[in-house]
């Protein structure tokens, strides 16, 4: 059965990098059939998308954030991660990771348990 | 950007009552629509996609319906364990994927 674990540091100074991981495990990361995303939520508030990408290393963008948002992807660990620059504390947030099916609608169907950044110095 | 508006913002069921949930996009997403489930603490599980397909071990008890702009999640019979967030999805046009705003169903 796939497993989404996130992992990463749970405080970040304000105009720094947030580096988050996700660790995919019971499937394989460069299966074609599927892209790999991370997605948000502020305490209390909704969920926003963030970005997606396939295992080939494309990649697609949430314009509010695309300026500072990058995705990889690692096949060898099969792990791919977040890095979001300059961050405020607007970018408070659980981030979640999640899988998500390839092709024209990308439906998110599995979700890693998320995890709680805050940014404050 | 595709924009997902969720009615209403809370609900206020009784148990065994029916629960009808709104959401509307700003333009038409065909049937390219999710709904999911959010309890507090935890991640939001996917109870349906395609609009009305309900995904492996969602209860008879959750539907979906609707196609476009207009989509409703209804609940036939509240049980106590589906008081929670729900948020629709829209899949079909991205960048970028949006969510509604989500609805929270409470106990009356």
Sequence with gaps: ??????SGPGLVKPS????????VSGGSISSGSYYWGWIRQPPGKGLEWIGSMYYSGSTNYNPSLKSRVTISVDTSKNQFSLKLSSVTAADTAVYYCARQLSGYYPLSDQWGQGTLVTVSS | EIVMTQSPGTLS???GERATLSCRASQSVSRNLAWYQQKPGQAPRLLISGASTRATGVPARFSGSGSGTDFTLTISSLQSEDFAVYYCHQYNDWPPLTFGGGTKVEIK
Excluded: F
């Design chain 1, 16 to 23: 720094e990098t947030l580096s988050l991981t996700c660790n």
């Design chain 2, 13 to 15: 069921v009784s148990p």
């Design chain 1, 1 to 6: 059965q796939l497993q989404l674990q996130e």
